[in-house]
């Protein structure tokens, strides 16, 4: 059974970081591209990041570019998303996705997310 685990999210003030973490387990995780999403309230689940199975290449949302960094421990199972220079408008439940490499642009797996808030 795949299981991803969000980790790391809470409340911080603006312009402060944080560091989420997803664990992965029941599937092959070093041949999954990953990758976080998020939605705020009243809002649509939206894109955030991305990095392919191997970490060498990444993506990321305009809104999130400079600020957000998506990296990955193989040995560890693990996706993680530094967020840095956090504003209000971050405010969401982070998701953790992941699916195997070239197979299209659909995510299959979820996490159940992690709530960050950033206070003005």
């Known amino acids: 059974q795949v299981q991803l685990v969000e980790s790391g999210g809470g409340l911080v003030q603006a312009g402060g970081s944080l560091r989420l973490s997803c664990a992965a387990s029941g599937l092959f995780f070093s041949i999954c591209d990953m990758a976080w999403f998020r939605q705020a309230p009243g809002k649509e689940r939206e894109f955030v990041a991305a990095?392919?199975?191997?970490?060498?290449?990444?993506t990321y949302a305009d809104s999130v570019k400079g600020r957000f960094t998506i990296s990955r421990d193989n040995a560890k199972s693990t996706v993680y998303l530094q967020m840095n220079i956090l504003t209000p408008e971050d405010t969401a439940v982070y998701y953790c996705a992941a699916k195997k490499f070239a197979t299209g642009p659909k995510y299959d797996y979820w996490g159940r997310g992690s709530q960050v808030t950033v206070s003005s």
């Open positions: 990095i392919t199975w191997s970490g060498d290449s990444t």
